[in-house]
Nanobody, 122 residues
Framework: QVQLVESGGGLVQPGGSLRLSCAAS????????MAWYRQAPGKQRELVAR???????NYADSVKGRFTISRDNAKNTVSLQMNGLKPEDTAVYYC????????????????WGQGTQVTVSS
């Protein structure tokens, strides 16, 4: 079994900062990409930022220059530093990871965290 546990959400004023963290645990052979998605009320879930094992990253255009994704491969963790937060960043943020769990040579499977609420409001 694999679990992704997120932490770090909360309420922040516009222009403020938050740091989200996610730890993967359980039966893990290897992790390919780790990412953060978000879903605002009435909207589809969207990719915020993604980082692969080698460190290459990609970001949604709406967060470029404000958010930074990082990971610790030894600890199976991924973080999202969010600066310059805007009200439109308000959403539930989900951690995602592509993990080989049951077969070290099989396909990667997607796993999700439970989500953490980020609210940007004055």
């Amino acid at each position: 079994q694999v679990q992704l546990v997120e932490s770090g959400g909360g309420l922040v004023q516009p222009g403020g900062s938050l740091r989200l963290s996610c730890a993967a645990s359980g039966s893990i052979f290897s992790i390919n990409a780790m990412a953060w998605y978000r879903q605002a009320p009435g909207k589809q879930r969207e990719l915020v930022a993604r980082i692969i094992t080698g460190g290459r990253t990609n970001y949604a255009d709406s967060v470029k220059g404000r958010f930074t994704i990082s990971r610790d491969n030894a600890k199976n963790t991924v973080s999202l530093q969010m600066n310059g937060l805007k009200p439109e960043d308000t959403a539930v943020y989900y951690c995602n990871a592509e993990i080989r769990s049951t077969n070290p040579y099989g396909p990667y499977q997607w796993y999700w965290g439970q989500g953490t609420q980020v609210t940007v409001s004055s």
